[in-house]
């Protein structure tokens, strides 16, 4: 094996890919992981990104695995390792976005490291430490409504101040403005301060390709995906197509969504005015005991051969919260999860070898339900969302093509548009 750049760890899946993405598109060479690997990495890459299923979990669970990842990645030879959490800082009051930082920092005797969910392709700025989605503070953005992490305050010093007992400073847009030195001088001033942890301010993709040379000497990183544009050129390594060829896609076509959010809501509207096949899972159903997933294949067996399906349990905010009354919070997103793992795995077995997922916990159930231990990353579908390629029980000739879309990521027409660039 060559030198491994840069060691990534991803506290869910989706998240893990729009991570990798970044880095592909900026040159490297990824593969991502689905959990930490029994054994050491065979593949010649510059880049491992180990996915985990950790942003909801217990904050202890989550600090365990996430350190067991950094294990894994040491032994590799990881040069600089990176914690990726999500772009609009989904956590909870607990964390783990802190806990898991801190105990990243320990484990590689740090004192100081970076934290920003920046990601302007996206629209997901930071300014003067607040969180704006689009043109609105996070609090305002339809985050306050997650079923999970509601996310009702935008301020991120204060975020992640409440997680973390080593002090939270900021570094403003005024000071990244001014390019690496200032960036650094500004981190020894909080250092010397007693700060162990900086919020960036990034509003532009230029901000943060001034920021990333300021960090090629941090051993360890944490961001949303964004500030990954930036981190490839401190090892030398340029932008080249290469990088994100996957073989030639094949087989029938099918989209399984579980997020809520207001971006998947739109998607799975736009598919159906475009006249393609849809069901809706009914959480209260599941949890009566019937067999839905037996249900649902039936239902899309003979409507494969036609052009892609879509298995969704996409509702608004109300509709959610009325289940989780009924069920609770924990029950309802299981039963989900369980059943759209075993649609996912079902529809591969009627041939499906182009697989869309939307929504972080949906995507990590149904990869694992799967079998999926590594997934090479391809071209870029919108920012953040790839279409990567896996080998699985199921498909382990061919192979299945697969995108995991962050519950908040993609244009409108994001399903009909994957589906049309792997044409």
């Known amino acids: 094996m060559g030198a491994l750049f840069l060691g990534c760890i991803a506290d869910d899946f989706t998240g893990a890919t729009d991570l990798a993405n970044n880095l592909v598109r900026a040159g490297m060479r990824v593969v991502q992981t689905i959990g930490v690997p029994s054994g050491p990495l065979g593949a010649e890459v510059d880049a491992v990104v180990v996915a985990l299923k950790s942003r909801t979990v217990p904050p202890a669970q989550a600090v365990a695995e996430s350190l067991a990842a950094l294990a894994w990645l040491q032994a590799q030879g990881a040069q600089q390792i990176y914690f990726k959490y999500c772009s609009t800082f989904d956590s909870t009051a607990r964390g783990n976005i ?4 801190e105990a990243l920092m320990d484990a590689l005797a740090t ?3 970076i934290a920003t969910p920046a990601f302007p392709d996206n629209q997901r700025t930071v300014f003067k430490g607040y969180l704006f989605v689009g043109d609105v503070l996070l609090s305002e953005s339809g985050m306050q409504n997650h079923p999970l992490t509601p996310m009702t ?3 991120l ?3 992640l101040q409440s997680q973390t007992t080593r002090r939270v400073g900021l570094i403003d847009h005024r000071v990244v403005a001014r390019g690496e030195a200032a960036v650094r001088e ?6 010397a301060e007693g700060v162990g942890v900086a919020i960036v301010d990034a509003v532009s993709n230029d901000d943060l390709l001034r920021l990333g040379p300021a960090l090629k000497d941090m051993p360890l990183v944490t961001a949303g995906s964004g500030v990954a544009i930036a981190l490839p050129a401190n090892f030398g390594i340029t932008p080249s197509d290469q990088a994100s060829r996957l073989p030639a896609a094949i087989g029938l076509q099918a989209v399984v969504s579980g997020s809520c959010s207001l971006a998947t809501n739109r998607q799975v509207l736009d598919f159906m005015k475009q006249g393609h096949p849809a069901l809706a899972i009914d959480p209260l159903r599941i949890a009566s005991g019937a067999d839905v997933a037996a249900e649902v294949l039936a239902w899309a067996r003979p409507l494969l051969a036609q052009g892609p399906v879509l298995v969704y349990s996409t509702a608004d905010s109300s509709d959610v919260k009325s289940v989780q009354g009924r069920l609770g919070v924990e029950e309802a997103g299981a039963l989900v999860e369980r059943t ?6 079902g529809l591969v077995q009627l041939g499906v070898r182009q697989l869309v997922v939307a929504g972080g916990e949906t995507s990590g159930a149904c990869v694992q339900a799967l079998g999926i231990t590594q997934m090479q990353i391809g071209p870029q579908i919108d920012p953040g969302v790839p279409w990567c ?4 029980e199921l498909a382990p000739q061919e192979g299945l093509h697969l995108t995991l879309k962050s519950g908040n990521f993609g244009t409108d027409d994001f399903f009909s548009k994957a589906f049309t660039m792997l044409a």
């Open 98 to 101: 802190g806990p898991v930082t």
């Open 111 to 113: 004192g100081f490291t």
């Open 153 to 155: 305050d935008a301020n």
């Open 157 to 159: 010093v204060r975020v």
């Open 186 to 191: 500004r981190m020894a001033q909080l250092q």
């Open 340 to 345: 759209l793992a075993a649609v996912a795995r």
């Open 389 to 392: 390629h896996a080998l699985c």
